[in-house]
């Protein structure tokens, strides 16, 4: 899909085929046509793109295998394998998007990069890409993320970041999203490095741009290694950028079937889950017209998950565009099935997953039966060290005891 489809500034229509679009205040239409000129000029210079190689190779481990995970396969009776993105550095798929932003922002002479984080994985990656490129780095947090997730916030500092706590609205992510854009307006020698696929164009097509290797590596890999491609190519969708990554790679098989895997958290009613594909309208937040989680006002609802990277109230417009499309499908797996879907990855492969990637597992767990035989590809995106408090705090309990 090219990027041409979300350039234009659309217009808020519910239903309407055109997802996307830049719903941003005046001050900041310069710096977005600044970047996206940036950016498609960096797209055709071939000594930006063979830098981008080699820092991908070379300093964070890629290609990634992909992996046929045997006796998970046996047990699920589905042919499973694994995208391995949780062997990239810094552990997850966000050090893709951050290395191309920070070469970017490099190449338009800026001196510092501005980044937001919910859980602190997107900062994490873009101090480790700042680090390594010589930039400052900025990072915004909400208050309350910041307690949760306090190690990060540590990682963050010791790669040489400087790490802003936001302390009004709900003191989490969107209101880190909403610090770091005005700080960007009036901050001319710094670029933005947005997180995930969503946000004002050209965002969703940057970010994407930058985590569509994932897809075309596991198309070569799974050719080699299978002699044909997946019957599913399945990921889980936070704002949607391992899964647009992984997608990108197989959209034009009309035979993949695409499934994104969204956050059913601990039940279907408003403020339990991140479901946007079931409980959400067209709506804008954060420069883009998608799928958003919101009250018949228009406001929006808050949103529940045991994965932080998950929980958020909208998604990249490009997976409502696959979706209206009628090209991907949008399920949900609950807190509960992701539990089961890490811990039987653990106990068949020895692999930690994070929670996260835990959703698209659990959604191919639940659906063992309907999937019988069938070749499924996952995107694992990342590994679950960060998550074992969360994770222990759960399952040390029921697993007393167990023991065999
Ligand atoms: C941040 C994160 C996600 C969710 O973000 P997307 O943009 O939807 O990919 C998923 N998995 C891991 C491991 C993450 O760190």
Wanted: charged share 25%; aromatic share 6%; hydrophobic share 40%.
């Amino acid at each position: 899909m090219s990027h041409e489809r979300f350039e234009r500034p659309t217009r808020f229509t519910a239903g309407a085929d055109s997802f996307g679009g830049v719903f941003a205040p005046e001050t900041l239409m310069d710096n977005l046509f600044a970047l996206e000129t940036a950016w498609i000029a960096a797209g055709e210079d071939e000594s930006f793109n063979s830098e981008l190689t080699r820092l991908l190779e070379t300093y964070a481990g890629r290609p990634t295998p992909t992996y046929h995970a045997r006796r998970l396969s046996e047990a699920w009776g589905v042919d499973l394998w694994l995208k391995r993105e949780d062997l990239l550095h810094t552990g997850a798929h966000k050090l893709n998007n951050t290395l191309g932003q920070c070469l970017l922002a490099r190449s338009m002479g800026k001196k510092r990069i501005l980044a937001e984080t919910g859980a602190g994985q997107h900062g994490v990656a873009s101090a480790t890409a700042a680090a390594l490129l010589g930039l400052e780095c900025v990072v915004y947090m909400g208050a309350l993320d910041a307690a949760r997730q306090a190690p990060n916030v540590e990682r963050m500092r010791l790669l040489g970041a400087g790490v802003r706590i936001v302390e009004h609205g709900q003191r989490t992510l969107k209101d880190a999203i909403n610090e770091a854009l005005r700080a960007w307006v009036t901050d001319t020698e710094a670029h933005y490095v947005l997180g995930s696929a969503l946000g004002p164009h050209p965002f969703p097509s940057i970010v994407a741009g930058y985590q569509e290797i994932i897809g075309h590596e596991a198309r070569a890999q799974f050719l080699t290694a299978h002699g044909g491609l997946p019957d599913l190519a399945v990921a889980c969708v936070g704002g949607g950028s391992n899964a647009i990554g992984l997608f990108r790679g197989f959209v034009d098989d009309a035979g993949v079937e695409l499934v994104g895997v969204e956050a059913g958290g601990v039940g279907t009613e408003e403020g339990q889950h991140a479901a946007r594909f079931k409980g959400g309208r067209p709506g804008v937040l954060h420069g883009c017209l998608s799928y958003l989680l919101q009250d018949e006002d228009g406001q929006v609802q808050a949103t529940r998950s045991i994965s932080a990277g998950l929980d958020y109230p909208s998604v990249g417009p490009e997976h409502a565009a696959l979706r209206a499309a009628g090209r991907a499908r949008y399920e949900s797996a609950t807190d509960e099935e992701a539990l089961a879907g890490f811990k039987d990855l653990a106990a068949r492969e020895g692999i930690l997953a994070a929670l996260e990637s835990s959703h698209a597992l659990g959604w191919v767990r639940r659906e063992r039966e309907a999937l019988a035989g069938r070749s499924v590809l996952v995107n694992l995106s990342g590994r679950g060290d960060k998550d074992m408090a969360t994770i222990l705090e759960v399952l040390a309990p029921e697993q007393d005891g167990e023991g065999s």
